[in-house]
């Protein structure tokens, strides 16, 4: 069993920075692809950010590519997403994702078998 726990979420002001925390558990976290997905109410899950289970690959949206960076701690068995110079239209539930047989650039939700329950991002004035 692989649980996935997310954390960090909260209210920024438009140009401020979150840093988003998961926490997976019940296998070897380094053998596992990481990535966060995003959903707005009324929109489709979307893609954020992925990274190898070696952590050299990285992958990201054109939407956040260079605010958002991913990263793991495979001592600390969690992944990282720090989102800076944030913007009203981050805001969405953000959703960690672990597979073992994906790579590091892999975009599709369907093709991640674990799943936490999300953290809320809400950026306003």
């Known amino acids: 069993q692989v649980h996935v726990v997310e954390s960090g979420g909260g209210s920024v002001r438009p140009g401020g920075s979150l840093r988003l925390a998961c926490v997976v558990s019940?296998?070897?976290?380094?053998?596992?692809?990481m990535a966060w997905f995003r959903q707005a109410p009324g929109k489709e899950r979307e893609f954020v950010a992925s990274i190898s289970w070696s952590g050299i690959n990285t992958y990201y949206s054109d939407s956040v590519k260079g605010r958002f960076t991913i990263a793991r701690d495979d001592a600390e068995n969690t992944v990282y997403l720090q989102m800076n110079s944030l913007k009203p239209e981050d805001t969405a539930v953000y959703y960690c994702?672990?597979?073992?047989?994906?790579?590091?650039?892999?975009?599709?939700?369907?093709?991640?078998?674990?799943w936490g329950q999300g953290t809320q991002v809400t950026v306003s004035s």
């Open positions: 994702a672990a597979d073992l047989y994906v790579n590091g650039l892999e975009s599709a939700p369907g093709r991640y078998a674990y």
């Open positions: 019940g296998r070897t976290f380094s053998n596992y692809a």
